[in-house]
């Protein structure tokens, strides 16, 4: 069984690992949601809430960790972090870019 150690519900973790504090943080999860990063339609739904996703491809981005680092951080396999990110494309990027502007 996989144990999530990084979360949003955690507000210590965001701006140890994006740079952002909590308010930033929570302004760009909303900006995601706004370009569409809710799921939508059928099938199954994320294990992760948006924040954490958001949270995840930061972290990604931010750490040059691998995709078992970052999966044994949120408690997902690795296959489940390179889908996040192979699907958010346009999001992680916008993500990144945020991100970056902060530094």
Same mark, same amino acid.
């Given at each position: 069984? $996989?144990?999530?150690?990084?979360?949003?519900? *955690?507000?210590?973790? @965001?701006? &140890?690992? #994006?740079?952002? #504090?909590?308010?930033?943080?929570?302004?760009?999860?909303?900006?995601? =949601?706004?370009?569409?990063? *809710?799921?939508?339609?059928?099938?199954?739904?994320?294990?992760? +809430?948006?924040?954490?996703?958001?949270?995840?491809? =930061?972290?990604?981005?931010? #750490?040059?960790? #691998?995709?078992?680092?970052?999966?044994? $951080?949120?408690?997902? +396999?690795?296959?489940? @972090? =390179? +889908?996040?990110? =192979?699907?958010?494309?346009?999001?992680?990027?916008?993500?990144?870019? &945020? &991100?970056?502007? *902060?530094?």
């Amino acid at each position: 069984m $996989l144990v999530q150690v990084i979360s949003r519900q *955690q507000p210590e973790w @965001v701006s &140890v690992f #994006t740079g952002l #504090t909590v308010r930033q943080f929570d302004k760009l999860v909303g900006v995601v =949601a706004a370009c569409g990063g *809710q799921q939508t339609g059928t099938g199954r739904r994320w294990g992760l +809430s948006l924040a954490d996703r958001v949270l995840l491809v =930061a972290v990604y981005y931010r #750490t040059n960790l #691998t995709y078992r680092q970052v999966a044994l $951080l949120f408690g997902v +396999s690795k296959g489940a @972090v =390179a +889908s996040w990110r =192979a699907r958010s494309g346009r999001l992680g990027r916008c993500v990144v870019a &945020v &991100v970056e502007y *902060q530094h």
